[in-house]
């Protein structure tokens, strides 16, 4: 809570709420003012679907790209092509 003002929460203690809500660390009493203030609040609603798209859409590109293989470098082959191109 905000020390100014115990009654009211700071804009970090939201984020950090919002995010612990997204990844779900959050403990039960966290977890009911993080939904309190989602539902109250359109900033921090906004704030909390915006994380989670993002996270969702990051969680699908990794997963994506973990279907790749990623090809073995040589570097003394990139070294030679380097020289052969001088």
């Known amino acids: 809570m905000?020390?100014?003002?115990?009654g009211e929460i700071s804009c970090e203690e939201i984020i950090d709420i919002i995010n612990d809500m997204v990844d779900n660390e959050i403990d039960d009493e966290k977890l009911a003012l993080a939904k309190k203030l989602v539902?109250?609040?359109?900033?921090?609603c906004t704030l909390y679907q915006t994380l989670l798209k993002t996270v969702e859409l990051y969680r699908k590109q990794r997963d994506e790209m973990a279907a790749f293989r990623t090809p073995k470098l040589r570097w003394d082959q990139i070294m030679e092509k380097a020289k052969e191109s001088e």
């Open 2 to 6: 905000s020390e100014n003002n115990p």
């Open 39 to 44: 539902d109250e609040n359109p900033q921090c």
